[in-house]
């Protein structure tokens, strides 16, 4: 079993910050990418920002330079830093990780979401 346990959303005003979180747990062999995803009101899920094990990171065109995503691999862990918010930025954001379990299989784990509300 895998869980992943996001934290940090919030209300703020537009050019406000906020820091997501989210930590994996349970039969991890290895993670080889974890990332944040976001939904925004009737719009698809898309994603805003990944990190590879091997150090590559990719961003959404909407946020870069505004947002910045870490990993803590000793904790299993990503995050998000948001700053410059804006009220396009509201969404429910998840965490995902391709990570494979002790039993060797790989797959996608996603996160149930943290909600993000940006007022203009």
């Known amino acids: 079993q895998v869980q992943l346990e996001e934290s940090g959303g919030g209300l703020v005003q537009a050019g406000g910050s906020l820091r997501l979180s989210c930590a994996a747990s349970?039969?991890?062999?290895?993670?080889?990418?974890m990332g944040w995803y976001r939904q925004g009101p009737g719009k698809q899920r898309e994603l805003v920002a990944t990190?590879?094990?091997?150090?590559?990171?990719e961003y959404a065109d909407s946020v870069k330079g505004r947002f910045t995503i870490s990993r803590d691999n000793a904790k299993n862990a990503v995050y998000l830093q948001m700053n410059s918010l804006k009220p396009e930025d509201t969404a429910v954001y998840y965490c995902n990780a391709y990570l494979c379990t002790d039993n060797r299989a790989c797959d996608d784990y996603w996160g149930r979401g943290t909600k993000v509300t940006v007022s203009s």
């Open positions: 990190h590879n094990s091997g150090g590559g990171i």
């Open positions: 349970g039969s991890i062999f290895r993670i080889v990418a």
